[in-house]
């Protein structure tokens, strides 16, 4: 049974920094990308970096290029969001998501039987 646990949402000032983690159990083996995505109130949900699990190679939306960081630790089965210089307009859940899209950016893509989701953690810039 695959579970995706996010963490580290909270509340944090416009030029903040937050780490965010998504933790993995289960067999994750038919997967090849792991992503994040965000959902602001009242929006739809946007992919906002991803990263193959075969060779990291990391996707970020322009929304976030040059802020945003994700990373992998396999020994720890765990796949980091580090957001830095965070501004009202990243406010929004992030959930944490592993699957086998053909665009590792698409909401689409995930919506698969062979994807997986977390519940979502909340970032609030104020």
């Not at 580290?8 to 965010?20: D, N």
């Not at 739809?44 to 996707?59: M, T």
């Amino acid at each position: 049974h695959v579970q995706l646990v996010e963490s580290g949402g909270g509340l944090v000032q416009p030029g903040g920094s937050l780490r965010l983690a998504c933790a993995v159990s289960g067999n994750l083996d038919s997967v090849s990308y792991m992503a994040w995505f965000r959902q602001p109130p009242g929006n739809r949900r946007e992919g906002i970096a991803s990263i193959s699990k075969e060779d990291d190679d990391p996707y970020y939306a322009n929304s976030v290029k040059g802020r945003f960081t994700i990373s992998q630790d396999n020994a720890k089965r765990t796949v980091y969001l580090q957001m830095n210089n965070l501004q009202n307009r990243d406010t929004a859940m992030y959930f944490c998501a592993a699957g086998n899209p053909e665009r590792e950016w698409s909401y689409s893509d995930y919506e698969t039987p062979d994807s997986y989701w977390g519940q979502g953690t909340q970032v609030t810039v104020s």
